[in-house]
C-alpha cells in the first residue's frame, strides 16, 4: 500500500514502515531515543519494533501504565521528571508504541517538553491505527473529562504495521471498528456498506479498510486542521459518546467502556436524534441499530442516569457560547454540523437504545 501523506505527515504501511523509519533517523540528527511503551506493548510489541530499528543511538524505554484512567496530566509529570533525568534534549525523538492513551499522552509530552521535541507515533491498536493516527491531535484527560487538554501539533511519521493486530483481545478490534462504521456513516455510503456483515470481517479484510478509513479521515483534516469546519463530522456519535464513556469511567458502579464501545450507543443515539431534527430515514436508523447491538451488544444504562450523562455534554470540546453542538445525518454521507438539541430528545434517544 502506498504511504500517506497528511499535514506534512507521512503514514506508512506494514513492511514499508522501516525503512523510511531508519532513514529519518539517520538523516535527522538526533542525540537519543525515547520509546513510550505501556506494559502491554513493551511484552507484546517493543521486542518486534526494536528488531526493525537501526540505529546506534542510545535507546531508553519508558513504561507507563495502561488505560484511560491513566490518561492524564500527573502520568505526562511522571513521563516529563523521566525525560530531564535521563538527559532528554530537543534534539531528542520521541517514538510512541501503543494505542490511542500512548499516542495523545506522548504527542502530548512531546509537544510541549522542552517546548517541543520530534515524535513519531506506532498505533498498534486498532482504533489507534483509525483514528488518533491522523490529524496531529494530542492531549490528556481533565479527571473523568475526556482530552480537555490538549494541542493539535503532527507526528514527523506514523507507521501503521497491522501486525500489532494478532496481539489484540476481541474487544480491541470491535472497540477500533465503531471508528471506521462512523468513518462509513458520515463520508462514503459504499465504504459504510462494507460493514454490513461486520461479524465476518477478518483481519486481512481489515488491512484494505484500515487504508481506507485513513484516506477518509486525511481527507477531513487536510481540509480543516484545526476543526472549524468540516473537521466537527467527525464527532458524530462523540458528543453523547464521551459524555457516556466519561460518566462509566467516573462511576465505581459502572465497567468501564472502551472509547468504541462508548462510541457505538453514542452513534444509535445520534441517529435516532437525525431521525428527529435532520430527517434521516427511520428505517436506516433502525437498521444501523440493529446491526450495532447485535455485533456489540446492549450496555444497560439506567433512565435515572440519563441527566447525570446529559449534564456532561457541557463539556464537549465542540460546544461555544454555551451552545452543546450535535453532528446529526441527514442521509449516509450528508452529515450536518452545530446541531442544537432538546434535552427532552436526547432523553427519547435513550429510550429508542434501551427498547
Given amino acids: 500500500m502506498d504511504s500517506i501523506t497528511a499535514n506534512e505527515c507521512t503514514i506508512h504501511f506494514n513492511d514499508l514502515c522501516y525503512e523510511p523509519l531508519n532513514k529519518h533517523i539517520k538523516e535527522s540528527g538526533f542525540s537519543k531515543i525515547f520509546v513510550l511503551v505501556d506494559e502491554n506493548t513493551h511484552q507484546y510489541c517493543l521486542p518486534y519494533f526494536l528488531e526493525k530499528l537501526e540505529t ?123 471508528e471506521m462504521l462512523k468513518h462509513g456513516l458520515i463520508r462514503d455510503e459504499a465504504y459504510w456498506n462494507k460493514f454490513k456483515e461486520v461479524s465476518k470481517l477478518t483481519l486481512d479484510d481489515l488491512d484494505v479498510l484500515i487504508y481506507e478509513s485513513v484516506l477518509i479521515k486525511k481527507n477531513v483534516v487536510e481540509n480543516d486542521p484545526f476543526e472549524d469546519n468540516l473537521r466537527k463530522t467527525l464527532n458524530f456519535g462523540h458528543t453523547l459518546g464521551h459524555a457516556i464513556e466519561s460518566y462509566f469511567l467516573s462511576n465505581p458502579n459502572k465497567t468501564t467502556l472502551l472509547h468504541g464501545e462508548a462510541i457505538i450507543i453514542g452513534m444509535i443515539l445520534a441517529c435516532y436524534i437525525s431521525t428527529e431534527l435532520a430527517g434521516f430515514p427511520k428505517q436506516t436508523t433502525a437498521d444501523i441499530k440493529s446491526l450495532f447491538i447485535n455485533y456489540y451488544g446492549k450496555v444497560k444504562i439506567n433512565e435515572d442516569e440519563h441527566a447525570a450523562i446529559i449534564e456532561l455534554l457541557k463539556y464537549d470540546k465542540k460546544n461555544n457560547h454555551g451552545n452543546i453542538n450535535f453532528v446529526l445525518l441527514e442521509s449516509i454521507g450528508k452529515p450536518r454540523i452545530d446541531c ?6 436526547i432523553v427519547d434517544a435513550f429510550h429508542f437504545y434501551d427498547n
Avoid at 442544537?340 to 430528545?345: A, Y
Wanted: a negative charge; glycine letters at 10%; hydrophobic letters at 40%.
Fill in 340 to 345: 442544537l438539541v432538546d434535552n427532552k430528545i
Fill in 56 to 178: 546506534n543511538l542510545v535507546i531508553e524505554i519508558i513504561e507507563i501504565e495502561s488505560g484511560e484512567i491513566n490518561k492524564t496530566i500527573d502520568t505526562c509529570v511522571g513521563v516529563w521528571n523521566t525525560l530531564s533525568d535521563l538527559d532528554a534534549d530537543r534534539k531528542s525523538l520521541v517514538i510512541n508504541i501503543g494505542g490511542g492513551v500512548i499516542t495523545d499522552l506522548g504527542g502530548f509530552v512531546a509537544c510541549t517538553f522542552k517546548r517541543g521535541v520530534s515524535y513519531i507515533n506506532v498505533p498498534t491498536t486498532l482504533l489507534s491505527m483509525v483514528d488518533a493516527s491522523v490529524g496531529g491531535k494530542t492531549g490528556v484527560d481533565l479527571g473523568h473529562l475526556k482530552n480537555q487538554i490538549g494541542v493539535i501539533s503532527n507526528p514527523d511519521l506514523v507507521l501503521i504495521d497491522t501486525k500489532f493486530l494478532n496481539t489484540l483481545p476481541e474487544n480491541q478490534i470491535r472497540s477500533g471498528l465503531a
